[in-house]
């Protein structure tokens, strides 16, 4: 599966559904507003959050770092 996207950002709860983290913008939309997920070691609850090139997103104690090319 080739994990690159073309934009200059994606929002967070796309990037939580491309990555497999959840299955579906709802259960996205529960873990975010639920403060489960970090952004750059903080707690983000807004899932429109727009992400660059090389932030890092944590759940459950698992990194993953953007890569958009």
């Known amino acids: 599966?080739?994990?690159q996207v073309t934009q200059p950002f994606i929002k967070?709860?796309?990037f939580l559904k491309w990555?497999?983290?959840v299955q579906t913008g709802g259960e996205?939309?529960?873990r975010i507003k639920d403060g489960e997920v970090l952004?750059?070691?903080?707690?983000?609850?807004?899932r429109g959050?727009?992400?660059i090139e090389g932030?890092?997103?944590n759940v459950e104690g698992i990194?993953?770092?953007v890569k958009l090319n």
């Open 19 to 21: 990555q497999g983290i």
């Open 49 to 51: 959050r727009k992400l």
């Open 39 to 46: 952004v750059n070691g903080e707690v983000e609850t807004r």
């Open 28 to 30: 996205a939309k529960l």
């Open 63 to 65: 990194t993953y770092e």
């Open 12 to 14: 967070l709860d796309q």
């Open 1 to 3: 599966m080739n994990n």
């Open 55 to 57: 932030d890092r997103v």
